[in-house]
């Protein structure tokens, strides 16, 4: 409810197709979980399942028919972030008094807690582990493969992938990944299966350009955080293995089709367009309902919609697994944070096609790739005179940054650069650090 506040005719109903997957997939997932754990004992179901590490997207599972995809982190981190903003701390208190560094990526530090207090499922044939490169996945990495007790291998994708030399490699480590599963699970890969998924992933990508040339529009029905939440969801957990993905898709651009025919304005009250940079602060999912409500700014793109979105080979397997190592390099946090400088940068030229005036960076303070682009950032604003303001967070712990102290942040840019006045004044300052 509070990711739709104030959701008005096509975006409300936009918004509530797009939850209705997240919600049941989510708890259909926890299910399984449980289902498989070992702790309840030793079960077939639990051997199909092969457990993927930090935003490792599912699409190298498509050949194994018989095997289903088990992230471990979102649920443990994101989702229960989402919620809850005070479940968090206490695996990051967990993780920082056994000596681990406090200033390291929450995301990473949440799930070395987790891993400490042995709160993962116990459940999988198998563990692909990522390559990020900074030194909180690192740490957490390690401490999850000690304590899942399977065995587990690391997909060691190419960082600077925009260099086609790196293509080969990128396909060895895909090859090396199918090798593992197949002599781990005893499962063999099946291209013909394999490629019937890629079909479906195809459609999820095709669909989410077709969101974008809407939401450049102020006929928009797709704005605020579900939409791109939606898209962080498939490419998390689909990657074509979920059909009803495109069928929701498909439902949300047929509603948002009819509203850019009849020039329906489901933002009536947005006064400028913005669009977020950055790790954003999970304690805080409905900030940019916050700012539309508060001050009449719509956030019309974020960061994770620009994840993945690769096309995949339909045809020839070798540039298939080439394609998927390019999805997964461009995946969450990968692209924009460790891929390369010049993408952090990249948040310029999608403002102007998006058609927003606004760009807001989220300074997540633990998040030490983007800090080091501060002062580029700040220069490049001065030299493209864009409005520009940073939020800061703390990701996962909303007691370093409260949600209030980020409104105030925001707030403050917007009177005292954009000279505005709130449309509801009640939201510029309420106290809600205890609440859900």
């Known amino acids: ?28 997932q926890l299910g399984q979980m449980m289902k498989g754990d070992r702790r309840f004992g030793d079960n077939a179901f639990g051997r199909t399942q092969v457990v993927l590490e930090q935003t490792m997207c599912p699409e190298i599972l498509a050949g194994f ?7 471990l982190e979102p649920f443990q981190g994101l989702l229960l972030c989402y919620m809850d903003q005070g479940a968090n701390p206490y695996y990051i208190d967990a993780m920082e008094s056994v000596g681990l560094p406090a200033d390291s990526c929450r995301l990473s530090n949440n799930a070395a807690g987790v891993a400490l207090l ?8 198998c563990c692909i582990s990522n390559n990020a490169p900074c030194d909180s996945s690192t740490m957490n ?7 899942v007790s399977i065995p587990t291998t690391v997909a060691g994708i190419p960082m600077r992938w925009e260099d086609p030399d790196t293509d080969k490699y990128a396909l060895a480590q895909m090859k090396e990944v199918i090798k593992f599963i197949e002599e781990t699970t005893g499962e063999k890969f099946d291209k013909d299966a394999f490629f019937k ?26 704005g605020h955080v579900i939409s791109p939440l939606f898209h962080a969801f498939y490419f998390t957990f689909s990657g074509g293995s979920m059909p009803y993905i495109d069928k929701t898709a498909k439902k949300a651009l047929r509603i948002a089709q009819k509203a850019y025919k009849n020039k329906i304005v489901s933002f009536d009250k947005a006064r400028h367009r913005m669009i977020t940079w950055g790790g954003p602060g999970c304690y805080y999912i409905d900030f940019n309902t916050w700012a539309y409500n508060c001050w009449g700014v719509l956030v019309a793109a974020q960061m994770d919609m620009f994840s993945g979105n690769v096309i995949i080979s339909e045809d020839n397997l070798d540039q298939a697994l080439i394609d998927i190592a390019h999805n997964y390099e461009r995946g969450v946090m990968r692209r924009h944070l460790t891929g390369g400088y010049q993408h952090l ?20 303070i ?4 983007a800090m080091g682009l501060a002062g580029v950032v700040n220069d490049q604003a001065k030299d493209k005179n864009k409005h520009l303001v940073w939020v800061q967070n703390d990701m996962f712990d909303h007691r370093t940054i409260s949600r209030n102290e980020m409104r105030r942040q925001f707030s403050e840019y917007m009177t005292a650069v954009m000279q505005e006045e709130p449309l509801d004044a009640s939201l510029v300052d309420f106290d809600d650090y205890e609440g859900w």
């Open 1 to 28: 409810d509070k990711c739709v506040e104030g959701l008005r005719g096509p975006a409300l109903r936009v918004t509530r197709e797009q939850l209705f997957p997240i919600m049941s997939n989510a708890t259909t």
């Open 65 to 71: 028919k018989n095997l289903r995809p088990a992230q």
């Open 118 to 125: 042995d709160e993962f499922p116990k459940i999988g044939a």
């Open 141 to 147: 990495s390690q401490l999850i493969e000690r304590r």
């Open 197 to 222: 998924v890629m079909k479906q992933h195809n459609k999820e990508v095709r669909n989410e350009f077709e969101v974008w040339e809407y939401a450049k529009t102020k006929y928009t029905a797709f």
């Open 345 to 364: 940068l990249e948040v310029w030229d999608e403002a102007e096609k998006f058609n927003c005036d606004i760009v807001l960076v989220y300074d997540d």
């Open 366 to 369: 633990t998040c030490k790739g």
